[in-house]
């Protein structure tokens, strides 16, 4: 029996010679399935990818879904579980504005987000450092510009300035914090940020650095029973991985819905190759079963050959989509504001989408290859 498949599965594949417009169809139409299905993978995987930064899990993010005082963040401080420098909480208020900036393409605005935070506490923040310039000053309107959106705005480098809330803002400073969202944002000196949007002393988010990986529990435990306070606590990893979640979730429906659609395509195309080749061989297959071949190694020959068709195509989309799109940048706009980020095709994602084309290689194979393994012998030497 292995020795008939063997045999059978080599005939089969060197008379692809002889018909490669089929062979070509069906490897066009799996490849084109697979990198279409990659390429939103990329994008959905890269834009996950693009909010992590280094040290988050060390840094509990306090928000309320609204604006609230700094009693919140005197009683935050007092919280088991929070770092201290002496006596001194490791703890940062901030606020956050949007503000509309003319983009690089002509006649377009963007929408981005500017954080005020105070300059003495920026070094609670994971990973956060100064790249180029200074860090903005206590009392003026400077900014900084995070690496992601000078990328994103070229033409706002430092010595330019931006006009928000009536004001001119002095860009002074490029910053990074390891994550491309993270970097596509805008810092500028707490008080000046709460003045120019009339809040008062009013914060939106309060960043704690905990004692321990394992203090998140106690912290958020003692923070979240303050009835006063109706607190929400998160692991800033966990805050990050929401950036952009919903677009990733349309992402990922609509990656399958066209998918699906283009599958259903390919897999027909597959078929119709693989029918029109079993009725077109039906001579040769009964003289192959006259011979005393049997049934099974003719189904695996015709079979293999569908699946050897549509891995070649899944491949090369993949190897397509690597090359074009792994690490291409690009921006979209994730909770409400113009962020960067790149494509990444990730290990799962090639997995899946090779899975994805053996599977419908396997489908569109399948029913011919049972054909032409029942089909009567005498009813195919007849055909030939």
């Not at 990328?151 to 400073?173: D, N």
């Not at 394992?214 to 929401?242: M, N, W």
Request: glycine share 10%.
């Amino acid at each position: 029996m292995l020795s008939q498949t063997k045999a059978l599965c080599a005939w089969n594949f060197r008379s692809l010679r002889q018909r490669p417009g089929g062979a070509l169809v069906v490897v066009t139409a799996f490849f084109a399935v697979v990198l279409v299905f990659t390429s939103v993978l990329a994008a959905r995987d890269g834009l996950a990818a693009s909010g992590v930064r280094p040290d988050a899990e060390s840094i509990a993010v306090v928000s309320t879904g609204g604006q609230f005082g700094p009693d919140l963040m005197s009683t935050v401080g007092q919280m088991p579980g929070v770092a201290r420098a002496g006596k001194t909480p490791s703890i940062v208020g901030t606020i956050q504005g949007t503000m509309l900036l003319r983009d690089r393409k002509p006649d377009t605005i963007d929408i981005a987000a500017i954080i005020g935070i105070s300059r003495s506490d920026i070094a609670v923040l994971p990973n956060a450092h100064i790249t180029q310039g200074r860090l903005f000053r206590p009392g003026l309107d400077e900014v900084v510009i995070g690496e992601g959106s000078l990328r994103l705005y070229p033409e706002y480098t430092i010595g330019h300035s931006i006009v928000w809330q009536h004001r001119r803002w002095q860009i002074v400073g490029v910053f990074t914090t390891g994550s491309d969202i993270q970097d596509s944002l805008f810092w500028a000196d707490l008080r000046q940020v709460q003045s120019a949007m009339n809040v008062g002393d009013k914060y939106d988010a309060v960043f704690v650095r905990l004692a321990s990986h394992s203090a998140l529990a106690p912290f958020k435990a003692a923070t979240e029973k303050q009835p006063r306070i109706g607190a929400k606590v998160q692991r800033l990893s966990e805050r990050d991985s929401d950036t952009g979640k919903e677009l990733r979730m349309v992402l990922t429906l609509v990656d399958g819905v066209i998918t699906l659609l283009m599958a259903v395509g390919a897999v027909f195309a597959a078929l119709n190759v693989m029918y029109a080749t079993v009725d077109r061989r039906s001579g040769e297959l009964g003289v192959l079963r006259a011979l005393g071949f049997s049934r099974l190694p003719i189904l695996a020959a015709i079979l293999s050959e569908s699946l050897v068709l549509a891995g070649i195509g899944g491949a090369v989309g993949v190897m397509a989509a690597a090359l074009l799109l792994n690490g291409f940048e690009t921006s979209t706009i994730a909770s409400r504001w113009a962020v960067a980020f790149r494509f990444a095709v990730t290990p799962s994602a090639v997995i899946t989408a090779l899975a994805l084309t053996l599977g419908m290689g396997l489908i569109g194979g399948l029913f011919p290859a049972i054909r032409a393994a029942r089909r009567p012998i005498a009813a195919a030497l007849r055909e030939e």
